[in-house]
């Protein structure tokens, strides 16, 4: 019954920027976040964000530079991504948890997450 529409994607030069919309059908997350996964590598969490709390995580590689974020109405997951570098050309899934809450040892886990997207694709050029 759940389902995730992804948007936003494309293609940028380094140093530009893009924001990544996913809207939620059919379910209030308390639990979402953002994965992608690059040719050849494995998929990997971006961000997330406990929306009770508006507690949010990011990996390493994207502190700094993304920001995650949920509308009002609570049924849409942005990420707003700049100074975006090469390594971050991937395909990018939005998620949501059926979790009532999280802990950061695994906001950023595939394993908690229920309700993917379908992705989008978001290439960066040097």
């Known amino acids: 019954q759940v389902q995730m529409v992804e948007s936003g994607g494309g293609s940028v030069q380094a140093g530009g920027s893009l924001r990544l919309s996913c809207v939620v059908y059919?379910?209030?997350?308390?639990?979402m976040g953002w994965f992608r996964q690059a040719p050849g590598k494995e998929r990997e969490g971006v961000a997330s964000?406990?929306?009770?709390?508006?507690?949010?995580y990011y990996a390493d590689s994207v502190k700094g530079r993304f920001t995650i974020s949920q509308d009002s109405a609570k049924n849409t997951l942005l990420l707003q991504m700049n100074s975006l570098k090469p390594e971050d050309t991937a395909m990018y899934y939005c998620?949501?948890?059926?979790?009532?809450?999280?802990?950061?040892?695994?906001?950023?886990?595939?394993?908690?997450?229920?309700?993917w997207g379908q992705g989008t694709q978001v290439t960066v050029s040097s």
């Open positions: 998620a949501a948890s059926r979790l009532w809450d999280i802990d950061s040892d695994y906001a950023l886990r595939q394993d908690p997450y229920h309700y």
């Open positions: 059919g379910y209030n997350a308390n639990v």
């Open positions: 964000i406990y929306t009770v709390a508006g507690t949010t």
